[in-house]
């Protein structure tokens, strides 16, 4: 059984910033993608980020480029989310995401998600 754990979220004010933090635990032969997605109130679950080949492609929503910047670590099983000059817009619950093999299946866990709220 694979587990993650998030941290990090909060209330901030615009134009601050928040790290959001996740690791996994659990019998993982392999990291395949690690990342973030989010979903706020009425909307749809969407991609914030994703790490992927040990760290060497890393991709975006047009949204966060340039303001959010994701970090992992395959051997630790962890993945960071820094989030720079936040948006009233980028408030919603965020999910840390893991696509890994587990003997010969590659399968996809979720975290139970971390509110982000910005507001002045």
């Known amino acids: 059984q694979v587990q993650l754990v998030e941290s990090g979220g909060g209330l901030v004010q615009p134009g601050g910033s928040l790290r959001l933090s996740c690791a996994a635990s659990?019998?993982?032969?392999?990291?395949?993608?690690m990342g973030w997605y989010r979903q706020a109130p009425g909307k749809e679950r969407e991609l914030v980020a994703t790490?992927?080949?040990?760290?060497?492609?890393?991709n975006y929503a047009d949204s966060v480029k340039g303001r959010f910047t994701i970090s992992g670590d395959n051997v630790r099983k962890t993945t960071d989310l820094q989030m720079n000059s936040l948006k009233p817009e980028d408030t919603a619950v965020y999910y840390c995401?893991?696509?890994?093999?587990?003997?010969?299946?590659?399968?996809?866990?979720w975290g139970q998600g971390t509110q982000v709220t910005v507001s002045s």
């Open positions: 659990g019998s993982i032969d392999r990291i395949n993608i």
């Open positions: 995401y893991v696509n890994c093999r587990i003997g010969l299946i590659d399968r996809n866990y």
């Open positions: 790490i992927t080949n040990g760290g060497n492609t890393k």
